[in-house]
């Protein structure tokens, strides 16, 4: 079976199920001292070591890692293939943070006629937690004689100078002894042999306790097994267990954490003219597994595909009630709660060229200077081999074949390298990944955030290797020397991107600002409405100076301003980016040029026609110089509004008077009610029902002269939208 084919294995579900299973109690073999990543080899099951057979071996067997693919997620895909035998099993020591995304990602199966038969791996609880778990109460520290005095009531051979005794430990006891008027301290173990008979010994170098219960024997291992993984606190042993018969290969997948891979460019501009500027890639990776990639299968995916940490090695509790005992027999009653747009690249940007003359004008961003007086020539042959020696290494590495070919990876994009690669553990290794031509436009960049006044010598590189580049450090080496280096995002193939390198030293760039008064710029009628456009303006002006002795491209980065738009007559931008407009503008030598951008800002006032006023009218006809018809349809509708205003005032008087006369009409008839019978009193109400019924002959009059007023406004106002309507006006003010 291919690598290849291997990549896309999943987990074996026919082979037999792979249980995962944390073992804080079960015996493990002493772990070694901590590794700094995975280091997988195979081992032995079982407590104690069985005889080399043809189906079981003793022996450590590596399992190499065959196929490395490093994310810029922080995570590398590892598969490793070797072989095992019999019902071997594989051990990896790990970290806890490995461990938490091996266990995410793990896939495993027997590529013979085996199975997989479990994996298991040693729990994070603390020690004294797992001691308590062993049936020897014995602590993180103990004694000879605390390990005696646990192992009372067990079966033990006692080994002296004499026959061993075998028997049951009864106690463990230290009294004073003297001797030849010497007093100290001994420590005597009792046991009660199989006959029954109660011997006592003194604990010596000469004297052996040998444990004959299997029992207990294991329970020892597993102590002294959980106290040496103390050593190494932070290490975990992931142990894949097999079953079979006769040699076959285990494949074993994962995904761990890793360093991100890094990218490094350096583009390489020919000192002969004409020739094609090239661009190198190369990768920085590192190994630090704990053994050696030696010739792996290495892939760079550019791109960060989702990946996160999980402690999914960890024991994980759930919260439980308590229930408190019932005091009582009574049981209390419960209650239960529910680039956006550019132009077309210069025609000077071109393969293998350099506008303006700009090769040999600066290095570095430094300003080439007069020519010096002349120098005493080399000798034709020292200066044809300086010369010589230039070219054929430009040469060279123009020609330097890529050593790895690009693919899209679904939404990623995968450098694979052509030849197998080695890289010892915890070293790092530098692989070539790009080798194409590129073309590149010279420029001096000046950007108004940066508030320098002297602009960046940058490169417009154009992305024609055909295969997405990663993010990284670019070095420019002109004319066999360095001539600075800057940075660049990841950049689709075809793409346009400005990379900046160093100082310009020989270019200046000053900015003022004119903001302009508020003005009204357009006015329109239409379906009865005035819409007035007011206009705010500012014009930046850039002033460029070129120092140089040849022609220069400047790019002016300019902001973007909410709300406003480049007005006309304001030169193109060469490229629009997200927040800025991109201006390009060439200089001539020991000269200065200005850089004019002029912005507006319009808002738009909406008012029905019907409200025009005879200032908005002088307004309008300022900006009219013909159609003689305009103002007399102005003036109607000024006309139409002012006696539809008429009338509004009419009938809101009416309305008024009809209203104070209900509220007299309510006093009156108020007092009416609180007269009596006597004569005065009788003349009053007489004198009231004369006022009411004159009150009454007015309201009647009223209404009348309301209903005939709605009716004038009515038709006033219908004849005052015909009017509005029949205007129709779009003038752009002077």
């Known amino acids: 079976m291919s690598l290849g084919s291997l990549a896309s294995l999943p987990v074996p579900l026919a082979l037999g199920l792979v249980v995962l299973t944390a073992t804080p109690g079960v015996a493990q073999s002493p772990v070694p001292p901590p590794a700094t990543t995975p280091s997988p080899r195979v081992v032995q099951p079982g407590a104690g070591p069985a005889p080399a057979t043809a189906e079981t071996s003793s022996e450590a067997v590596k399992l190499p890692v065959r196929r490395v693919v490093l994310y810029k997620s922080g995570v590398g895909y590892f598969e490793h293939v070797g072989r095992v035998r019999g019902d071997q099993a594989v051990s990896i020591d790990l970290t806890s943070g490995q461990l938490d995304d091996v266990l995410k990602s793990l896939t495993t199966t027997d590529l013979g006629d085996g199975r997989v038969t479990g994996i298991t791996f040693n729990s994070t609880a603390p020690l004294e937690q797992r001691l308590r778990t062993l049936g020897l109460p014995l602590g993180a520290t103990t004694s000879p004689a605390d390990l005696l005095q646990a192992l009372r009531g067990a079966r033990v051979e006692v080994q002296g100078s004499g026959a061993a005794t075998s028997g049951r430990v009864l106690s463990l006891q230290e009294r004073q002894r003297t001797e030849d008027d010497v007093t100290e301290q001994v420590q005597e173990l009792t046991i009660v042999t199989d006959t029954g008979v109660v011997r006592t010994f003194t604990l010596g170098p000469g004297l052996g306790v040998r444990l004959l219960e299997a029992e207990m024997r294991g329970e020892l291992t597993q102590y002294l097994d959980l106290v040496g993984s103390a050593r190494a606190q932070d290490v975990r042993r992931l142990r894949i267990g097999t079953s079979g018969t006769g040699a076959r290969d285990l494949f074993v997948s994962y995904v761990s954490e890793v360093p991100v891979w890094k990218s490094t460019y350096r583009l390489v501009i020919p000192t002969t003219a004409g020739r094609t500027p090239f661009l190198q890639g190369w990768a920085i990776v590192d190994n630090t597994l704990g053994e050696d990639w030696a010739d792996v299968e290495l892939s760079l995916v550019a791109g960060a595909p989702q990946s996160f940490v ?15 005992l019932p005091q009582t027999a009574m049981l209390t009653p419960q209650t239960h709660d529910g680039t956006m747009t550019a132009e077309k690249a210069a025609a000077d940007a071109v393969m293998g060229g350099i506008p303006g003359g700009a090769l040999g004008g600066v290095v570095g961003g430094l300003p080439s200077a007069p020519p010096p007086p002349p120098a005493p020539a080399p000798s034709s042959a020292q200066f044809r081999v300086e010369r010589a020696s230039t070219n054929e290494v430009e040469e060279r590495l123009s020609r330097t074949p890529a050593a790895a070919t690009g693919a899209d990876l679904g939404d990623l994009f995968e450098y694979k390298l052509t030849q197998p690669i080695t890289v010892r553990r915890n070293q790092s290794a530098l692989v070539p990944i790009v080798q194409a031509p590129v073309t590149v436009e010279r420029v001096s960049l000046w950007s108004a955030g940066s508030r320098l006044t002297h602009p960046l010598r940058a490169v417009w590189l154009t992305n024609d290797t055909g295969l997405t580049l990663d993010g990284g450090s670019v070095s420019l080496v002109e004319g066999g ?6 940075l ?12 900046s390198y160093a100082v310009d030293l020989a270019g200046r760039v000053t900015t003022a600002f004119d903001g302009g008064p508020r003005r009204i710029s357009r006015i329109r009628i239409a379906r009865g409405a005035f819409v007035q456009t007011v206009q705010e303006r500012g014009t930046t002006t850039y002033t460029i100076r070129n120092e140089d ?11 973007k301003r909410d709300g406003f738009t480049l007005a006309t ?9 997200p927040s800025q407009y991109r201006f390009r503008v060439v200089v001539a030598p020991r000269a200065s040029q200005d850089l004019k951008v002029d912005e507006v800002h319009e808002v738009e006032s909406r008012v029905a026609v019907t409200t025009i006023t005879s200032e908005q009218v002088a307004l309008i006809l300022q900006g009219r110089s013909q159609d003689t018809t305009l103002e007399p349809q102005l003036r109607a509708v000024m006309a139409q509004n002012a006696e539809v205003a008429r009338l509004k005032t009419a009938l809101r008087d009416r309305r008024a008077e ?9 006093r009156v008839r108020e007092n009416l009610a609180a007269l009596k019978t006597s004569a005065e009193e009788r003349q009053l109400v007489a004198r009231y029902a004369t006022q009411l019924n004159v009150q009454e002959d007015r309201l009647v009059v009223l209404r009348k002269e309301i209903e005939d007023l709605e009716g004038q406004r009515g038709k006033a106002q219908d004849d005052l939208v015909r009017l509005a309507n029949a205007v129709t006006l779009d003038v752009t003010m002077p």
């Open 481 to 486: 020397a360095f001539a600075g280096e800057g």
């Open 549 to 559: 002795a040849a022609p220069r491209t400047f790019v002016v980065e300019h902001p």
């Open 658 to 666: 009809i209203e104070r006369i209900e509220q007299d009409q309510t």
């Open 310 to 324: 999980q402690q999914v090695s960890q024991p994980l509790y759930t919260r439980r009630p308590v229930v408190p």
């Open 569 to 577: 007559g304001t030169p193109a931008p060469a490229e629009t980016g």
């Open 488 to 499: 660049i995002d990841a950049i689709q193939p075809k793409e346009r991107r400005l990379v």
